[in-house]
């Protein structure tokens, strides 16, 4: 079946700009998850959804960052007033819910800050 | 201290040996522990997971886990060339966040 996918793979911003990533996560996988990865770094965790209610977003930074998945399925991760620390990949995770609870990650979408 | 902690390396081995790469982690509320591969320029790949002491086997891959001790270990027999990529350990508290180690670099040369 499909993975995750996300789109854009690739986003060029400027400084103080809005933008936009989505997630489209495995079919019937009801918990959604995104992290950040830096170069060098592991992936940092961001927020995770159970279904539609983000059941965890304590790895937000700040409030400039915001996540939505209105119908259960798709998210859309939301930056306002882009940083140019901002600059990372931003993954996204599905995975059903139970013992073990494996996640598996989309191709990510790699945000430049100019 | 970082949570989860892994060696940068690059962890060399040569064709056809046994690469092993380790992890300790401080949270002992963690329950469940992953092992992803991943490329460079790609996003993680999952290889393994496990949650119950001991070994758990999967083909070439080895997962080990000592809840006492705190440490988690991936052993690749016969590696190859293609093994070569970055090896990230996370930890996982109930169904929730992976906290991720920086990884370990694992270099196969032929």
């Known amino acids: 079946g499909a993975g995750v996918s996300q789109t854009p793979s690739n986003k060029v911003t400027e400084k103080g700009k809005y933008v936009e990533l989505r997630c489209d996560p495995i079919?019937?996988?009801?918990?959604l998850y995104w992290y950040r990865q830096s170069l060098g770094q592991g992936p940092e965790f961001l927020i995770y959804?159970?279904?539609?209610?983000?059941?965890?977003d304590s790895g937000l930074p700040n409030d400039r960052f915001f996540a939505v998945r209105p119908e259960g399925s798709v998210s859309t991760l939301k930056i306002q007033r882009t940083e140019r620390g901002d600059s990372a990949v931003y993954l996204c995770?599905?995975?059903?819910?139970?013992?073990?609870?494996?996640?598996?990650f989309g191709p990510g979408t790699r945000l430049t800050v100019l | 201290q970082k949570e989860v902690e892994q060696n940068s390396g690059p962890l060399s081995v040569p064709e056809g040996a046994i690469a092993s790469l380790n992890c300790t982690y401080s949270?002992?509320?963690?329950?469940?522990f992953f092992w992803y591969r991943q490329y460079s320029g790609k996003s993680p790949e999952l290889i393994m997971f496990i949650y119950s002491n001991g070994d758990k086997e999967d083909g070439r891959f080895t997962a080990q886990l000592n809840k006492a001790s705190q440490y988690v270990s991936l052993l690749i027999r016969d590696s190859q060339p293609s093994d070569s990529a970055t090896y990230l350990c996370a930890g996982q508290t109930g169904f929730q966040k992976l906290v991720f180690g920086t990884g370990t670099r694992l270099l196969v040369s032929p």
């Open positions: 995770a599905s995975s059903r819910t139970g013992v073990g609870n494996e996640q598996f």
């Open positions: 949270d002992r509320g963690s329950q469940s």
């Open positions: 959804f159970q279904g539609t209610g983000a059941a965890d």
């Open positions: 079919s019937g996988h009801t918990a």
